[in-house]
Nanobody
Framework: QVQLVESGGGLVQPGGSLRLSCAASGFTLDNYAIGWFRQAPGKEREGVSC????????YYADSVKGRFTISRDNAKNTVYLQMNSLKPEDTAVYYCATSPPRPMMLLRLWVQKAGKPDFGSWGQGTQVTVSS
């Protein structure tokens, strides 16, 4: 069964850190680019970051640039999102999703368009709450 599972969310104070994980089962993640997306209550889903399948090139939305770091460990079949200097506006459900290998320009567009086109493999999400 092909599955993505996010974990690592929780409640953290402003300025704190969390590391989210996106683990794959049933398929090999290193054949795919991975994106992280988030959706806050009452808001549209937005793209956060992505990492390419081959060179590990990365892209970040302006709202998280300099605070979040995406990485992948192909041996563990897992992609991570290290989130530092968290702000209340980072509160959302965070999802990971796969994309077939594509040029970085198209991956950036994929994130900017909040994961559209939808390639079909999404996790169930993990809640991140930033609050004092």
């Amino acid at each position: 069964q092909v599955q993505l599972v996010e974990s690592g969310g929780g409640l953290v104070q402003p300025g704190g850190s969390l590391r989210l994980s996106c683990a794959a089962s049933g398929f090999t993640l290193d054949n795919y680019a991975i994106g992280w997306f988030r959706q806050a209550p009452g808001k549209e889903r937005e793209g956060v970051s992505c990492i390419s399948s081959s060179e590990g090139s990365t892209y970040y939305a302006d709202s998280v640039k300099g605070r979040f770091t995406i990485s992948r460990d192909n041996a563990k079949n897992t992609v991570y999102l290290q989130m530092n200097s968290l702000k209340p506006e980072d509160t959302a459900v965070y999802y990971c999703a796969t994309s077939p290998p594509r040029p970085m320009m198209l991956l950036r567009l994929w994130v900017q368009k909040a994961g559209k086109p939808d390639f079909g493999s999404w996790g169930q999400g993990t809640q991140v709450t930033v609050s004092s």
